[in-house]
């Protein structure tokens, strides 16, 4: 094999995950959809992670309010906490953490499962079984993660806001319908809208690239730990780079 | 009598590793061909290109007169429901328990749908392997033979007309290899299926065996019914029956 520039190496791996995609994309309208299977995976990924994410959207939000308090008091403007804690969290923090975390969490054991089925031919073990293994693996995985992470997304942002309000209410007397009152006002769907979609971008690139890693590395044993880091690490640059650019577009579509 | 695989001049290497280097094979339907070589000589590799799990680099392979190679990828599937495949390694799906490894097949090859037939096919072929009380088991709580003879429960419940075996019986004792192999052999004779056997079992494949090849450094290098390459004048291919 040739040496390659790391450059060049990015390239091809970028392509290599562009013909992947395709063959994602193409096995999503093939018939005998695997609707048992989709259940499934909906299931383990949105189960396995609702605890996780409970909290840290919990802890999140009290942070974000304790943090924020005294500079707030010092300017007189602390009765802007609900608006500013819930316009961030939702706008910005909340996807972005909570996929992080997912990508920490999900992408790595879609790597790893799906690496290990192919070290251990259960992969071929499926082609000659009359199953097409995109269809069936790969196919539900990343729709069921485009699914799961919006909802477990909404679910940690409603999270923040309680637990924002646990901490606004105990340092400055706050009742909960004034909280939630400011905190849901402020909100219009320039806020929402463009976050919603970016957490399904989130979604589908965590599951992608989860199973591109499974199917990639093939190779003993040792491959499967392999699958599972590079699934976090790629997966987490790609929601950085999908964060910037959906920001970016929301901007000039929005406000120019 | 009808040819169902047709192998000529095959050839495949890995990297710069020449692995297969010009395999000639023809198989009638309803034959039993074991395959002998040494570790790493090639054997597996030949039935995952059969199977189409592997692409040749050079060369003709023919299953039911179709070559694999040129076969897209709704047509390959459709072939492979037709063809069995025992992985050496048996390759049972971990996240599934022992009957639901089987109903995977059972619903995409035949297209059972109910769930009553499904169950008695399930338990019939079951007993066949002597596995009948392990159906909600899962893989991880079978033993390494168990695991063996589970993986040929599931390449046999759906009846396929070619049935490719890597080591059936390796790792089992020798009275359940014995039964293993007259498993097989019943098998071909009641529905005529065809099979290609790869074995370092000499007694199944005195058992199973219509024909014997010897596989020695990527080629063919014996080919004879049992009895004579057992009683050959060449000692290196004697030396494989001992
Ligand atoms: N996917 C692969 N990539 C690279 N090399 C491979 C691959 N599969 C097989 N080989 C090589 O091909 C050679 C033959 O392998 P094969 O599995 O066919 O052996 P075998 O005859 O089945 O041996 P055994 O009796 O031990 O199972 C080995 O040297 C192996 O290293
Ligand atoms: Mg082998």
């Known amino acids: 094999m040739q040496k390659q520039l790391p450059f060049t190496k990015s390239l091809v791996a970028v392509a290599d995950q562009a013909y992947f995609f395709q063959s994602f994309f193409r096995n999503i309208f093939k018939k005998g959809f695997e609707w048992d299977e989709l259940f499934r995976q909906s299931y383990i990924i949105g189960y396995k992670s609702i605890g996780i994410t409970t909290l840290t959207g919990f802890i999140l939000g009290i942070v974000m309010t304790l943090q924020s308090l005294p500079t707030l008091k010092e300017f007189g403007a602390a009765s802007y906490i609900p608006s500013m804690v819930s316009v961030s969290i939702i706008r910005e923090i909340g996807p972005v953490i909570i996929a992080l975390i997912c990508a920490g969490k999900i992408a790595s054991s879609i790597g790893a499962e799906l690496s290990s089925m192919n070290v251990t031919e259960q992969i071929d073990a499926m082609k000659v079984s009359g199953a097409n293994p995109i269809q069936f693996l790969v196919v539900t995985r990343i729709l069921a993660c485009a699914v799961m992470i919006p909802l477990l997304t909404i679910f940690a942002d409603a999270m923040a806001l309680v637990g924002g309000y646990i901490a606004a209410a105990m340092n400055g007397g706050i009742t909960m319908t004034l909280y939630f009152h400011k905190a849901l006002t402020i909100l219009d769907y320039t806020d929402v809208v463009p976050a919603f979609i970016k957490t399904i971008l989130f979604g589908i690139s965590i599951g992608f690239i989860g199973c591109f890693k499974g199917f990639t590395y093939n190779n003993g044993t040792a491959s499967v730990g392999l699958a599972a880091n590079s699934a976090v690490v790629t997966s987490s640059i790609w929601i950085i780079i999908i964060d910037g650019i959906v920001v970016q577009l929301t901007n000039s579509i929005l406000y120019t | ?242």
């Open chain 2, 1 to 242: 009598m009808e040819v169902v695989i047709e192998i000529k001049n095959l050839k495949k290497s890995f990297g710069d590793i020449g692995i297969l280097k010009g395999i000639n094979l023809t198989v009638k339907k309803g034959e039993n061909v074991v395959i002998l070589g040494k570790s790493g000589s090639g054997k597996s590799v030949t039935i995952k290109c059969i199977a189409g799990l592997l692409t040749q680099d050079e060369g003709s392979l023919k299953v039911f007169g179709e070559e694999i190679k040129d076969l897209k990828e709704d047509e390959l599937k459709a072939l492979r429901c037709r063809i069995g495949f025992l992985f050496q390694s048996a390759a049972l799906y971990d996240s599934m328990t022992v009957r639901d490894n089987l109903i995977f097949p059972l619903k995409r090859v035949l297209k059972i749908k109910d769930n009553a037939l499904i169950e008695s096919r399930c338990i019939e072929v079951l007993e066949a392997v002597g596995l009948a009380d392990a159906i909600d088991k899962m893989p991880s709580d079978l033993s390494g033979g168990m695991r063996k003879r589970m993986g040929l429960a599931r390449t046999l419940i759906v009846k396929p007309e070619i049935i490719l075996y890597d080591e059936p019986t390796t790792g089992l004792d020798t009275i359940t290899s014995k039964e293993i192999s007259n498993l097989m052999l019943q098998i071909q004779k009641k529905y005529q299926a065809t099979s290609v056997i790869i074995t370092h079992d000499i007694p199944c494949s005195s058992i199973t065996a219509d024909r014997v090849l010897i596989i020695d450094d990527g080629v063919f290098i014996a080919e004879g019914t049992h009895e004579e390459l057992e009683n050959s004048q060449d000692d290196y291919i004697r030396s494989f029956f001992k």
